[in-house]
């Protein structure tokens, strides 16, 4: 079984600050991560991996320094590793970014492709569906647990839902999207991460992927940003140090006012 | 593509189990007014098996035309029969704008249809408008960099310019049982090998996650100050008295002392209740999304730097647990 895992380099937005004088962003120092839900995928992989010895790519398209979670993954087991960087590729929206992806997957050999859900500096969650599109593969989202049959080479998917949860079944080639709170990703051993070192990462360029320039990069993006500016907060009401006594007559007076009690 | 062919609003109405969604409904309201800012239709597309009864219920909360799919591929969501039938309906229909609710179904939908037919899709817009200039363009503005940043997206070339919206966000109109509109049946023309790729065995519907919190009028909300399970029985006390709901933010769900369907926030609910009790949360970023929105919020909290002062309309610095127990007596008292 060969699999695929699409991984994403994203700053860690918990440890985003706002300067409260001046409401704008602190940028400064906030770390680079591989994004949780990815993570999460590259775990369900590397699992199909100690199981079924499964042979595990990881891709992943961003900036030259994204390489620092391609050598996380080596440390934690996968076998190849392989950056799609290029200036080309500069710019893109989802649509744009998952062509580039899927250009890049059709050159490879998979039984399983697996994203994030989403990542957390964007929130969308539409990559992962889009490169199954482009590829014309089923796919299923929302991913909670994956099990294989190798008699019947079935996976089976258990998919998250707002009031439960579906059993859903395909067979190889497919993509799923997976959560990252389904499941806990392993650490790096200390060998790993010595090997890591010795690992080849591919650099691939645009030239690898044979994606028309009009679906990639800015270029192939349908959307773009007209502005953006940060994020206007109501002004503050009245905040006050009192007795709890003292502050439970505030809550209830002001309660009574709104017509609230 | 001929951008002048593209005209009207359509709405994804998403029904579960026959059931619409309430978000279907919000999405119309909002389709209600970029339509009439174009002077155009507002289009619900209801899919599914044995749904036609719906259609009314659309009518009455803003659509002008229910399109109707009825066919036992759709009696349960899968992406695949979904897509096929929105995009048969998009190549015929030529939508100018397309409203998806942002959840599970809408999600998963929202991306395979808009690579399908190669157009943007915005994602969890909080925003929708026609711009008031002469352009009259379709301006969709959403959070980005985890909340931090809000960013207005445009989708100027491509057609339909879609977006998913999540629930609670939008207002729905109140229902108009005296609203006309259309009802028609809409055929598609399945690719039942495409769709065959992925077998659904089971839906299991899980009780424990019945109470939404989104629809709560009011909520009693707590943080990592609240830190146990025995803690949050005092919440449960208060929100009791006030005739609420309990609700966390992520740092107690993570910490396995609450459900994650009572989270509030980027990755859990957007609520707007008319009154938000925020008992020893610290306000990170991610939890005012989705909560600001409240119409009256008042803070606990016993660091006085905490950043949910800064949106709260009452913020009082103290321990939430003496003072929760207390307000929880008072209000008992005063009921009597």
């Known amino acids: 079984m060969k699999i695929v895992v699409c991984i994403k380099q994203v700053p860690d937005t918990t440890e985003v600050r706002i300067n409260p004088v001046t409401g704008t962003l602190i940028r400064e120092g906030v770390p680079s991560i591989m994004n949780p839900d990815d993570k999460g995928g590259l775990e369900y992989a590397l699992q199909l991996k100690d199981k079924f010895g499964a042979h595990v790519t990881v891709i992943t398209m961003g900036l030259p320094q994204a390489e620092a979670i391609l050598r996380e993954a080596l440390a934690m087991g996968v076998d190849r590793a392989i950056l799609l960087t290029d200036r080309k590729l500069g710019g893109a929206d989802t649509l744009a970014t998952s062509s580039a992806i899927a250009g890049a997957l059709r050159t490879m050999d998979f039984d399983l492709i697996i994203t994030g859900r989403q990542a957390i500096d964007g929130d969308t969650a539409q990559v992962g569906p889009q490169i199954a599109e482009h590829l014309d593969l089923p796919q299923v989202s929302y991913m909670e647990d994956l099990q294989y049959d190798e008699a019947t080479k079935t996976f089976t998917i258990k998919k998250q839902l707002e009031d439960g949860y579906q059993i859903l079944e395909m067979h190889a080639p497919c993509v799923v999207t997976a959560l990252a709170s389904s499941v806990q990703p392993r650490y790096m051993t200390v060998s790993g991460i010595v090997d890591a070192w010795d690992k080849e990462v591919e650099v691939w360029g645009a030239d690898r992927i044979n994606v028309p320039d009009e679906h990639i990069g800015k270029a192939g993006s349908p959307t773009s940003v007209f502005k953006s500016f940060p994020k206007q907060l109501k002004p503050a009401g009245q905040t006050f140090e009192v007795s709890p006594e003292e502050a439970v007559e505030l809550i209830v007076n002001k309660l009574k006012e709104k017509h609230i009690i | ?336």
């Open chain 2, 1 to 336: 593509m001929n951008l002048a062919e593209y005209k009207d609003v359509y709405v994804f109405a998403e029904q579960r189990n026959g059931k619409l969604q309430n978000v279907a409904l919000e999405l119309l309201g909002k389709a209600r007014e970029l339509a009439d800012a174009n002077n155009e239709k507002v289009v619900a597309m209801l899919l599914g098996k044995d749904v036609k009864p719906l259609a009314q219920t659309l009518i009455e909360h803003g659509a002008d035309r229910v399109m109707v799919v009825d066919n036992d591929l759709l009696k349960d969501y899968m992406t695949e029969p979904y897509t096929q039938a929105i995009t048969a309906i998009i190549e015929k229909e030529k939508p100018s704008i397309l409203l998806i609710g942002a959840t599970t179904i809408g999600r998963d939908l929202g991306p395979r249809v808009s690579a399908r037919n190669r157009t943007g899709l915005t994602a969890d817009a909080t925003k929708l408008e026609i711009s008031d200039d002469e352009a009259h363009e379709f301006r969709m503005t959403r959070p980005a960099f985890g909340g931090n940043l809000m960013a207005t997206i445009l989708c100027k070339n491509h057609r339909p310019q879609m977006s998913t919206v999540r629930p609670g966000v939008m207002q729905k109109m109140a229902a108009d049982t005296n609203r006309k509109g259309e009802v028609v049946d809409f055929n598609v023309d399945f690719n039942v090998d495409k769709i065959n790729r992925v077998k659904l065995v089971k839906t299991v519907k899980e009780e424990k996650t019945v109470t939404d919190i989104s629809e709560a009028k009011i909520l009693v909300s707590g943080g990592r100050g609240v830190g146990t399970k025995d803690g949050f029985a005092k919440l449960e006390a208060l929100a009791k008295e006030l005739g609420g709901e309990v609700s966390s933010s992520r740092a107690m769900v993570d910490a396995g002392v609450m459900d994650a369907s009572r989270q509030v926030g980027q990755t859990g609910k957007t609520v707007r209740p008319a009154l938000y009790m925020a008992c020893g949360i610290s306000g990170a970023i991610q939890h005012l999304a989705g909560m600001e929105e409240s119409d009256y919020i008042v803070a606990i909290n016993k660091d006085k730097f905490a950043p949910i002062f800064q949106v709260a309309d009452l913020g009082i610095v103290g321990d939430l647990h003496k003072i929760v127990p207390m307000l929880t007596e008072r209000l008992k008292t005063m009921q009597k």
